[in-house]
T-cell receptor
Framework: KQEVTQIPAALSVPEGENLVLNCSFT??????LQWFRQDPGKGLTSLLL?????REQTSGRLNASLDKSSGRSTLYIAASQPGDSATYLC?????????FGTGTRLTVIP | GAGVSQSPRYKVAKRGQDVALRCDPI?????LFWYQQALGQGPEFLTY????????KSGLPSDRFFAERPEGSVSTLKIQRTQQEDSAVYLC??????????????FGPGTRLTVT
């Protein structure tokens, strides 16, 4: 069964810092990888989707990379803002479902 | 609608009661997924529908869990004889195409179920 791990579990940074969140997965036979953010008491918001044939995707201050062979992905957030505070979840796609990590809880301090 | 909606948002059930959770996916989305998220954990897959067909129910934890999507749009997740370990947030997601391989999944706000 696919296992997805996210490190660190929690991260606190001052506003303006650049940061990297890590995701690793055990089975490289994935279709795609998605990064989500989850705010307390709310559902998941999709941030970026990387297809298995791609190496990275960018959206605004966010950049996600995928190294399928080594089973790793990173989410880079540039110039962090207090509004970025949330839990970030990584998920890898099988044929019919997503396998999620347990998330990284990010706090950006003003 | 503009996004995926779920109702109720919160449900408290006494142990042994049956509950029904509703999901309204984005109009026209072929795929519908249910996930269970325990406190402090990532969501875990329960079941997948392609239109009205339930193609994967491998994640349903027991035969007390039942899901349907009779007309290929709205879906209901039913839990019979609820147990305390069923307490979790139940998330519904929909996607434009079949399966999880191509398009992103859009999630609803979830239903928080508390079994007392």
């Amino acid at each position: 069964k696919q296992e997805v791990t996210q490190i660190p579990a929690a991260l606190s940074v001052p506003e303006g810092e650049n940061l990297v969140l890590n995701c690793s997965f055990t089975d490289s036979a994935i279709y795609n990888l998605q990064w989500f953010r989850q705010d307390p008491g709310k559902g998941l918001t999709s941030l970026l989707l990387i297809q298995s044939s791609q190496r990275e995707q960018t959206s605004g201050r966010l950049n996600a990379s995928l190294d399928k062979s080594s089973g790793r992905s990173t989410l880079y957030i540039a110039a962090s803002q207090p509004g970025d505070s949330a839990t970030y979840l990584c998920a890898v796609a099988g044929a019919n479902n997503l396998f999620f990590g347990t998330g990284t809880r990010l706090t950006v301090i003003p | 609608g503009a996004g995926v909606s779920q109702s109720p948002r919160y449900k408290v059930a006494k142990r042994g009661q049956d509950v029904a959770l509703r999901c309204d996916p984005i109009s026209g989305h072929v795929s519908l997924f249910w996930y269970q998220q325990a406190l402090g954990q990532g969501p875990e897959f329960l079941t997948y529908f392609q239109n009205e067909a339930q193609l994967d129910k491998s994640g349903l934890p027991s035969d007390r869990f039942f899901a349907e999507r009779p007309e290929g749009s709205v879906s209901t997740l039913k839990i019979q004889r609820t147990q305390q370990e069923d307490s979790a947030v139940y998330l519904c997601a929909s996607s434009l195409a079949a399966g999880a391989t191509i398009y992103e999944q859009y999630f609803g706000p979830g239903t928080r179920l508390t079994v007392t």
